[in-house]
């Protein structure tokens, strides 16, 4: 088993947020190769915080973003499993960095169940007559790419974060996952509101 000093595992967890006990672990199975190491915490912290995914969240934040020029407002709620997370700097950060996405992107829902089976439904009727040009045997599959495509767009769970340079494209449940497995517990996306002047 590879040795692993206290300094390499202080500086995995500073870059990581994992646990101590955790980096070691990781180190030692990457035989101290920090990114290979890296790449074995985020899998196992998406691992554990998806089988936290049925622990309730009683606690948690509300965050607003305001654009400079006054006209987009978003209140979210963002909510976690102990006050001690609601107060934790990567879990406010998290809720802060959310707010300013939605008021840039407009999603429409948190989740895809929230989208009404009537809207989804109309939608997919209208890809499906687009599609009518094209060879039969095609047209259901490129409707319900369009059908998705669509959903990602008004889906907030599925958007990338705007701020590609900070994320690099992940999308918003692949950083809730990762703050979730950074804090230790379930970290679940309530609601959110969006204003905006002039509009309905």
């Given at each position: 088993?590879?040795?692993?000093?206290?300094?390499?595992?202080?500086?995995?967890?500073?870059?990581?947020?994992?646990?101590?006990?955790?980096?070691?672990?990781?180190?030692?199975?990457?035989?101290?190769?920090?990114?290979?190491?890296?790449?074995?915490?985020?899998?196992?912290?998406?691992?554990?915080?998806?089988?936290?995914?049925?622990?309730?969240?009683?606690?948690?934040?509300?965050q607003?973003?305001?654009?400079s020029?006054?006209?987009?407002?978003?209140?979210?709620?963002?909510?976690?499993e102990?006050?001690?997370?609601?107060?934790?700097?990567?879990?406010?950060?998290?809720?802060?960095?959310?707010?300013?996405?939605?008021?840039?992107?407009?999603?429409?829902?948190?989740?895809?169940?929230?989208?009404?089976?009537?809207?989804?439904?109309?939608?997919?009727?209208?890809?499906?007559?687009?599609?009518?040009?094209?060879p039969?045997?095609?047209?259901?599959?490129?409707?319900?790419?369009?059908?998705?495509?669509?959903?990602?767009?008004?889906v907030?769970?599925?958007?990338?974060?705007?701020?590609?340079?900070?994320?690099?494209?992940?999308?918003?449940?692949?950083?809730?996952?990762?703050?979730?497995?950074?804090t230790?517990?379930?970290?679940?996306?309530?609601?959110?509101?969006?204003?905006?002047?002039?509009?309905?």
């Amino acid at each position: 088993m590879t040795a692993v000093t206290a300094g390499e595992v202080k500086a995995l967890r500073d870059r990581t947020g994992a646990g101590m006990m955790d980096c070691k672990a990781a180190l030692q199975e990457s035989e101290g190769d920090i990114d290979q190491a890296i790449e074995i915490l985020r899998v196992r912290g998406q691992a554990q915080a998806a089988k936290r995914g049925g622990r309730v969240a009683t606690e948690g934040a509300v965050q607003s973003y305001i654009h400079s020029n006054g006209k987009i407002g978003v209140l979210v709620e963002v909510d976690c499993e102990t006050d001690f997370v609601a107060r934790n700097d990567d879990f406010r950060d998290f809720a802060r960095q959310l707010a300013l996405h939605i008021a840039a992107a407009a999603p429409l829902y948190v989740t895809e169940e929230e989208v009404p089976e009537e809207a989804r439904a109309a939608e997919l009727r209208i890809f499906a007559e687009q599609a009518a040009d094209k060879p039969e045997h095609v047209r259901e599959r490129i409707a319900e790419g369009q059908l998705r495509k669509w959903l990602e767009g008004i889906v907030l769970l599925y958007q990338p974060h705007i701020n590609t340079d900070l994320y690099g494209g992940k999308t918003i449940e692949e950083l809730r996952a990762e703050t979730a497995a950074k804090t230790g517990e379930n970290v679940v996306i309530r609601r959110f509101e969006r204003f905006a002047v002039g509009e309905e």
